[in-house]
């Protein structure tokens, strides 16, 4: 079960679009397509926001979208503004009922 | 609305137990699979262990296998996890969080707000 690979940080101006990527294996990412990704301000628990590779829970703006290529997932964010710089976390089903998630990246809104 | 609150969090020496609970509310407890993930101070987020709806199945990842026991008490609407032979590498934030789906275990969207555990002498 090793954790899946997230960039450490990514970056962007307000209104611009960051992707961030989330890289595993044909076990993990590549096999099924039950990729979730959580935003985590400090201090707080964190938040669904896409689930089932590109799946948006009620309430999350459609600023964010999933994708899934072979291996690799993206979570990309339009339109950059102040509130979503936090940390963001991709998890996969691994199969045998069991989870992995992405080490975590820092979006900075410069 | 949706509500998991954990609590039983604490200092503990190592090799000793602890047991953390998650009281939910808002939803029908007893329809939806639960999981524990964990967050050690400043690092990232690890998948500890999921029970389903109705108790019967439970996983855990290979680091908690055989120490660590996820139950539920669907009479009182409240997941649990007892803790034994803890070690220091235990310590973390432990969050509950609940399946999106009713009776299935894929992914999970509410999550409680957390309770710190500390493993140490």
């Known amino acids: 079960q090793s954790a899946l690979t997230q960039p450490r940080s990514v970056s962007g101006s307000p209104g611009q679009s960051v992707t961030i990527s989330c890289t595993g294996t044909s076990s993990d990412v590549g096999a099924y397509n039950y990729v979730s990704w959580y935003q985590q301000h400090p201090g707080k628990a964190p938040k669904l926001i896409i689930y089932d590779v590109s799946k948006r829970p009620s309430g999350v703006p459609d600023r964010f979208s999933g994708s899934k290529s072979g291996n690799a997932a993206s979570l990309t964010v339009s339109g950059l503004q102040a509130e979503d710089e936090a940390d963001y976390y991709c998890c996969s089903f691994a199969g045998s009922y069991t989870w992995v998630f992405g080490g975590g990246t820092k979006l900075t809104v410069l | 609305q949706v509500q998991l609150v954990e609590s039983g969090g604490g200092v503990v020496q190592p090799g000793r137990s602890l047991r953390v609970s998650c009281a939910a509310s808002?939803?029908?407890?007893?329809?939806?699979?639960m999981q524990w993930v964990r967050q050690a101070p400043g690092k990232g987020l690890e998948w500890v262990a999921v029970i389903s709806y109705d108790g019967k199945n439970q996983y855990y990842t290979d680091s908690v296998r055989g120490r660590f026991t996820i139950s539920r008490d669907n009479s009182k609407d409240t997941l649990y996890l007892q803790m034994n032979s803890l070690r220091a590498e235990d310590t973390a934030v432990y969050y509950c969080?609940?399946?999106?789906?009713?009776?299935?275990?894929?992914?999970?969207?509410?999550w409680g707000q957390g309770t710190l555990v500390t493993v140490s002498s």
């Open positions: 808002g939803f029908t407890f007893n329809n939806y699979g």
């Open positions: 969080a609940k399946s999106v789906e009713e009776y299935l275990l894929l992914s999970f969207d509410y």
